[in-house]
């Protein structure tokens, strides 16, 4: 069974980069199938598309972040990574790592649990 | 970029129908996807490709799209229902491909 798991530090400093790693296991990260994405969900409010990794390094960023965003793949350690850089507590949410979407470009599924990132000095 | 309209809430008895709407211009012409998500838990894929159910999703859950509008249907909504529910869509008709979500639906049930 497919399991996602997110890592990183819980609280991060205005203006620093949010640094987040998500490990999967019961699969491969260099499957051909699938892309792997970043999502995240401020406190109370909804899903924002970060941005996916394809294991050949392809990347697609949401317009929105683009600036900011890197997402990276480790396919030895069978892990994708998210940087954010110059944070701001608009950034303070949970954040997702998801396998998706599928190379036709659809859903996110599994999810991992998801972690919390506080933007505070 | 393009937007998916949610209601923000629905209620529904136990035992009765929940309609929950998604609107986006032309949203016939995708694929629309739909997660559950309960306080303090990750989304989990409801429906996907407008109508299809993941294995182990009841068969009380069901999708349609048309128009301007996707729907996701809850027959004989349970207490367990309860939850965030969001619809999901690629979007390529920019200069940039994108993963659109939209606004959530609290679904309550009484």
């Known amino acids: 069974q497919l399991q996602l798991q997110e890592s990183g530090p819980g609280l991060v400093k205005p203006s620093e980069t949010l640094s987040l790693t998500c490990t999967v296991s019961g699969g491969s990260i260099s499957s051909t199938t699938y892309y792997w994405g970043w999502v995240r969900q401020p406190p109370g409010k909804g899903l924002e598309w970060i941005g996916i990794i394809y294991y050949s390094g392809s990347t697609y960023y949401n317009p929105s972040l683009k600036s900011r965003v890197t997402i990276s793949v480790d396919t030895s350690k069978n892990q994708f990574s998210l940087k954010l850089s110059s944070v701001t507590a608009a950034d303070t949410a949970v954040y997702y790592c998801?396998?998706?979407?599928?190379?036709?470009?659809?859903?996110?599924?599994?999810w991992g649990q998801g972690t919390l990132v506080t933007v505070s000095s | 970029s393009y937007v998916l309209t949610q209601p923000p809430s629905v209620s529904v008895a136990p035992g009765k129908t929940a309609r929950i709407t998604c609107g986006g211009n032309?949203?016939?012409?995708?694929?629309v996807h739909w997660y559950q998500q309960k306080p303090g838990q990750a989304p989990v894929l409801v429906i996907y490709y407008d109508s299809d159910r993941p294995s182990g999703i009841p068969e009380r859950f069901s999708g349609s799209n048309s128009g301007n509008t996707a729907t996701l249907t809850i027959s004989r909504v349970e207490a367990g229902d309860e939850a965030d529910y969001y619809c999901?869509?690629?979007?390529?008709?920019?200069?940039?491909?994108?993963?659109?979500f939209g606004t959530g639906t609290k679904v309550t049930v009484l």
């Open positions: 998801a396998r998706g979407p599928d190379v036709d470009m659809n859903w996110f599924d599994p």
């Open positions: 999901q869509v690629w979007d390529s008709s920019s200069d940039h491909q994108s993963w659109v």
């Open positions: 032309n949203i016939g012409s995708k694929s």
